[in-house]
């Protein structure tokens, strides 16, 4: 029969290029005999832009970011996911699981969705007044699989949500004339500024504060610090009326 033709493509390698070919392919088969040992990176979870996870309204959960770090050697890849701590998945938030790879060589950083925040409300304790405001912990797992060609570090991430609500403590002097005009000075924490990246410090006034006793709002509210508030108080009868503080802040 017939022999069919063959052809041979040839490609000039510069040094560059081989010496790129000959790190990969002992990373992936030689691993610690290289010179030096290959390394796949150090894997690392953060929050893009941003230091922790607060929990403020009406502003976005952040982004996710996956780092290679002190290595680029062979193909890697991470799924990622979270595990539930006291912070829990469909309750305080939503878990989104899903992986990303990186070619040898490569050591630029994946940004990623792991989680999207519920409602603040969850993270309100149940102690009298709100006072326990604890902030609720989960996990960023970083799963490796068999997905890597040279020995690697991918260390799990204990997420803190950091709980921007407002709590009090005490509201004095606990009875006042019904005329009302007497200066009660609430007590609590969590009264001032706050944004995307958590509480300003040193604290700042809000954009606004508004105080009520019972049903009724303060005739005034004054911000005094992060921790004390001054309410005229308004004119009314009643017995054992609860405290209630809101907190406006101007988020991205």
């Known amino acids: 029969g017939d022999i069919g033709e063959m ?8 040094n560059a290029q081989r010496l790129t070919v000959s790190r ?6 030689r691993a610690q005999r290289c010179d030096p040992p290959g390394f796949a990176g150090n894997f690392v979870f953060s929050w893009q832009g941003v230091s922790g996870l607060s929990l403020v309204e009406n502003a976005a959960t952040p982004k996710g970011r996956i780092q290679r770090l002190s ?5 890697a890849k991470i799924r990622f996911r979270t595990e539930n701590g006291t912070a829990l998945d469909g309750v305080h938030f939503t878990s989104l699981a899903g992986s990303v790879d990186w070619k040898h060589g490569d050591s630029s950083e994946r940004v990623v969705d792991v989680m999207t925040l519920l409602g603040g409300t969850a993270f309100v304790g149940d102690a009298p007044g709100r006072i326990d405001l604890v902030g609720r912990r989960f996990t960023v797992v970083l799963d490796t699989g068999r997905s890597f060609e040279a020995p690697y570090i991918a260390a799990d ?3 803190l949500i950091v709980n921007d609500v407002p709590g009090i403590g005490a509201a004095l002097p606990r009875s006042t004339p019904t005329a009302g005009g007497s200066i009660v000075t609430i007590q609590g924490f969590h009264f001032g500024k706050s944004d995307a990246t958590g509480f300003v410090l040193p604290a700042v006034a809000p954009l606004k504060v508004e105080a009520s006793i019972g049903d009724t709002k303060c005739e005034s509210t004054t911000w005094l610090s992060a921790s004390s508030l001054a309410c005229e108080a308004p004119r009314g009868k009643g017995a054992n009326l609860p405290v209630s503080v809101k907190v406006q802040v101007a988020c991205p």
């Not at 052809?7 to 510069?14: F, H, M, N, R």
């Not at 990969?24 to 088969?29: G, I």
């Not at 290595?71 to 193909?75: K, R, T």
């Open 157 to 159: 991430s204990d997420i």
């Open 71 to 75: 290595g680029s050697d062979g193909y």
């Open 24 to 29: 990969a392919l002992c990373s992936r088969w």
């Open 7 to 14: 052809v041979v493509y040839k490609q000039v390698l510069t």
